[in-house]
């Protein structure tokens, strides 16, 4: 496995950990904190980006 692969993998796991967190919290009832929102979208961002930047 490569470093930028390996790298990848952990921003889309952010990204998933905080989607369900989340989707589970707003299902109990509780408040969801936009941070848990933005802290998933950056990593999202951030794995786009790289892929873009490894297609060059």
Request: net charge negative; proline share 2%; hydrophobic share 60%.
């Amino acid at each position: 496995m490569e470093k930028e692969n390996i790298l990848l993998i952990v921003l889309y796991a952010v990204a998933l950990g905080m989607g369900v967190v989340s989707i589970i919290l707003s299902i109990l009832g509780e408040p969801v904190d936009v941070i848990l929102l933005g802290i998933g979208v950056a990593a999202l961002g951030l794995a786009g980006l790289t892929k873009l930047d490894n297609k060059k």
